[in-house]
């Protein structure tokens, strides 16, 4: 079992870090040859080459230092503070999972263009501008909604983590994961990845999926009525 659970972590960490690594790798090759930094989303466009060891190396640091990190902090836990730990993380799991299967799929069947398609010449085409309320189907373009968005959107779930006593610690990571969403956000429309509606739909999708959560486990973003 516990084989399987660190196999299983390997494998979710290698999927994180390849993200990383493709995104990274596809931005600079983008500024070397002055195409739009965007150009790496589309789902028909950039392909990136990298090291296969440097990729495992990574993950495998990332892999240790964070299960010594997260050992060190649940070890410190009650057994009713791990009951409900176990609670919110598989609550987050299903906000994850849920939030971005609705991304996804409304994605696929929007067929938005992208800022810099429309703007510049991409791949002998350049693309149309559409409102975020039509649908074009399928036509391999992606802008909308913005997958960078809500998967930023998750640390929007972060606060659940911290005990619910603690309101100074629920605060620090509400605000936290807020402020990253609203400057991956900012990001995404700056480089011409996604409009302003695009990443504001991934926000009230995260916004909306999350209170429902939350909700089913009786929990708030700040629990007020924990020093009462």
């Not at 589309?42 to 495998?60: D, K, M, P, R, V």
């Not at 070890?75 to 009951?83: H, P």
Request: charged share 10%; aromatic share 14%.
């Amino acid at each position: 079992m516990s084989l399987s659970a660190l196999g299983f972590s390997y494998w979710s960490a290698w999927g994180w870090v390849d993200g990383w690594m493709f995104y990274g790798v596809t931005t600079l090759n983008n500024i070397k040859t002055h195409q739009a930094l965007g150009a790496a989303n589309n789902s028909i466009g950039a392909t990136a080459t990298y090291s296969f060891g440097l990729e495992a190396l990574f993950t495998f640091i990332i892999l240790v230092i964070g299960t010594f990190l997260i050992y060190k902090w649940l070890s410190k836990k009650t057994y009713e503070e791990l009951s409900q730990l176990i609670i919110v993380a598989i609550a987050g799991i299903a906000v994850v999972y849920v939030s971005n299967s609705i991304v996804n799929t409304m994605k696929v069947n929007w067929g938005r263009f992208r800022p810099y398609e429309i703007k510049e010449i991409v791949s002998s085409t350049k693309g149309t501008f559409t409102n975020c309320w039509h649908l074009n189907g399928a036509t391999g373009h992606q802008s909308f909604p913005s997958g960078h968005t809500i998967a930023a959107a998750a640390a929007l779930f972060l606060p659940f983590f911290a005990d619910r006593k603690n309101l100074k610690g629920q605060k620090i990571l509400a605000y936290s994961g807020l402020i990253f969403t609203l400057l991956m956000m900012a990001a995404r429309v700056r480089i011409g990845a996604h409009f302003l509606s695009d990443t504001t739909m991934s926000l009230i999708i995260a916004a909306l999926v999350t209170f429902v959560a939350t909700k089913a486990i009786g929990y708030s973003f700040i629990e007020e009525d924990s020093l009462n």
